[in-house]
């Protein structure tokens, strides 16, 4: 890797855009381990709930279907807790996405639950199965903020 070749500047000098730079590769490998977005499923193609979201920020609406029906038909099969409940959340993040954008993509909204409340339950039903993360919190407190949503209507 090229960016390897340059270490020797840090016993020179320091150079900001290249720490920069480390910081940001270490930033991305760290959140692509954590949410196992390079899952290989033994057919040789990566595949990972995570890159579903970067492809609704890119317009790849077909290509991010794909993704979460190939780690929702895996969660299925694992009925792993953690798989299902990162991939509920990754979908209630695109959803948020496509609703912020006034984007209707009836493929994606195919894959989750219409209601909001069930959608939100459903993830948190698998996500208290596991040691408390940052998800799980951000999950409860939308919980929260929809059924005070209900009960003022």
């Not at 984007?103 to 596991?130: F, G, M, Y």
């Amino acid at each position: 890797m090229i960016l390897f070749d340059q270490c020797d500047c840090f016993f020179v000098g320091v150079d900001l855009d290249l720490i920069s730079g480390f910081y940001c590769i270490v930033k991305f490998v760290l959140h692509v381990v954590d949410h196992r977005d390079l899952h290989d499923d033994g057919r040789g193609d990566e595949h990972g709930v995570g890159l579903a979201l970067f492809d609704v920020e890119d317009g790849q609406y077909v290509s991010a279907a794909a993704r979460l029906s190939k780690a929702l038909d895996v969660g299925r099969k694992m009925g792993s807790p953690w798989w299902n409940g990162i991939t509920l959340y990754i979908t209630w993040k695109i959803r948020l996405l496509l609703e912020k954008q006034a984007i209707n993509v009836p493929e994606l909204s195919a894959l989750w639950p219409q209601d909001k409340r069930k959608h939100c339950t459903e993830c948190l039903d698998c996500l208290h199965r596991l040691e408390p993360r940052t998800e799980t919190a951000e999950m409860e407190q939308t919980l929260e903020a929809l059924n005070a949503e209900k009960a003022e209507s």
